[in-house]
């Protein structure tokens, strides 16, 4: 008889443990979302199932009880302790709490987003968010992704910079012009790319008395909201005399759920850096969260949601970003060139099939209206303009652009590094061509 009776309550105690342990489990995944346990190998993403587990404990702890109680009727488990009753209660209490809260968020369609914390000094780079290119370009919290030196990347060898040119010194030589084209795959692509050909015609012709050099600081699948920060964190330490920029079409592809300004990450040191990183990243995985950031992050990049979803970089933004770059370019002591993107007469389907747009026509509608965007702020800043997009319309598009109606044949680059010299050409004829630019 003893031995049934400690046998039993054993058994009660255990389901009441479970129990316990699985009121403290479930709002953990809920909150962590996945929870992981690095220990055991374990990760546990969050489903509504889970709120069944601490249900069916409780049904097996109910009919247990009723069992035993004929026989051991005084026969106490874990849940019979005040303290445990106490415990259960501030657990499923507040839980039950936000999770009605946090349904009521999404009936009502509130959602937010901000930018990433990561710590400075940590490693740069993050768990998600790799490009589709291919090996040899890794996720980046300051960039979305970046090139790796030294990797050979598409039958091409990133230089010592993590871009696809020439090997470049990073100390520019005495007396030098330095031009750095930055853009997207357009301004990437090529062997040599358009800057490789641009900096062979500024060594046999250059355009005043002294030696003059060009190169690229373009990555496949950039926008302009990624190119300014790669040029104010990097590009300016190059010592830049010229810059030119050649963005558009990634800007105005379809971005999802939040535009490329939120899902750069901004750095944070100090103290309590670690600590703040990790509360926010885990506020940032609930509505409830995002409300509360929304509330004291009133000085942080965010975005909130709308139906449809966003363009990577909006139309607004899109300006504005392109004169913070002409901006950030005058203020290193260099001359912005804008470039307008051509395109052919209908680009490729596949742009559609990949989610970059809803349709051919609202492509085409989308970038005219940015090429548009680039002229207006060409003129409203003073800043030199080589529009293509106006003059491919002369010219015969189809041995110039690749069947995409976006990229350059090996014919087109040579035409941009000619036209880009001719533009250098004339800029430096004039006697103040690097002042009040």
């Not at 009723?66 to 259960?88: Q, S, T, W």
């Not at 509505?287 to 970089?313: D, F, M, N």
């Not at 995409?404 to 010299?421: P, W, Y």
Request: net charge neutral; charged share 25%; proline share 5%.
């Amino acid at each position: 008889m003893a031995a049934g009776r400690y046998t039993a309550g054993f058994a009660l105690k255990l389901v009441d443990a479970a129990l316990m342990l699985s009121l403290i489990l479930v709002p953990a995944i809920w909150i962590a979302t996945p929870l992981r346990l690095p220990a055991l190998q374990i990760e546990l993403p969050w489903q509504k199932t889970w709120l069944l587990l601490p249900i069916l404990l409780l049904c097996l702890r109910i009919t247990l009880k009723r069992v035993l109680r004929r026989h051991m009727p005084d026969l106490r488990g874990l849940a019979e302790a005040e303290l445990y009753k106490k415990f259960a209660l501030l657990l499923v209490t507040p839980f039950l709490f936000f999770v009605a809260l946090e349904q009521a968020l999404e009936m009502a369609g509130f959602e937010a987003h901000f930018s990433p914390i990561v710590v400075r000094g940590d490693d740069d780079t993050e768990s998600g968010g790799n490009s589709t290119e291919g090996p040899g370009l890794t996720a980046s919290d300051e960039f979305r992704w970046q090139f790796q030196p030294g990797v050979v990347w598409r039958g091409r060898k990133v230089n010592s910079l993590g871009f696809l040119d020439r090997e470049v010194s990073r100390e520019k030589a005495a007396d030098t012009i330095r031009v750095i084209c930055m853009g997207d795959s357009i301004t990437a692509q090529g062997d040599p790319p358009y800057s490789g050909r641009l900096h062979e015609l500024l060594q046999s012709a250059p355009p005043n008395e002294q030696p003059w050099e060009a190169f690229n600081m373009a990555v496949h699948g950039y926008s302009s909201v990624i190119g300014l920060r790669l040029f104010e964190r990097r590009g300016t330490q190059l010592a830049p005399d010229v810059v030119t920029l050649y963005y558009g079409w990634n800007d105005h592809w379809r971005g999802g759920s939040m535009p490329d300004r939120v899902r750069l990450a901004e750095r944070t040191e100090g103290r309590w850096a670690k600590a703040r990183a990790a509360i926010d990243q885990l506020l940032q995985k609930k509505r409830i969260g995002q409300w509360v950031l929304s509330k004291v992050q009133t000085r942080r990049t965010q975005a909130a949601s709308q139906a449809g979803g966003y363009l990577r970089v909006p139309p607004d933004e899109y300006r504005e970003t392109l004169t913070q770059f002409v901006a950030a370019i005058r203020a290193a002591g260099a001359v912005p060139i804008l470039i307008t993107a051509p395109r052919t007469e209908r680009p490729a389907q596949l742009l559609v099939e990949r989610g970059n747009a809803d349709s051919i026509e609202e492509l085409i509608r989308l970038h005219d209206q940015y090429v548009d965007l680039t002229r207006q702020v060409a003129q409203q800043e003073n800043v030199p303009l080589l529009d293509l997009a106006e003059e491919f319309q002369t010219l015969d598009k189809s041995t110039l652009m690749q069947a995409d109606g976006i990229h350059m044949t090996r014919a087109g680059l040579d035409l941009i590094a000619e036209r880009l010299h001719q533009t250098l050409t004339d800029l430096a004829a004039q006697p103040d061509w690097k002042d009040g630019l």
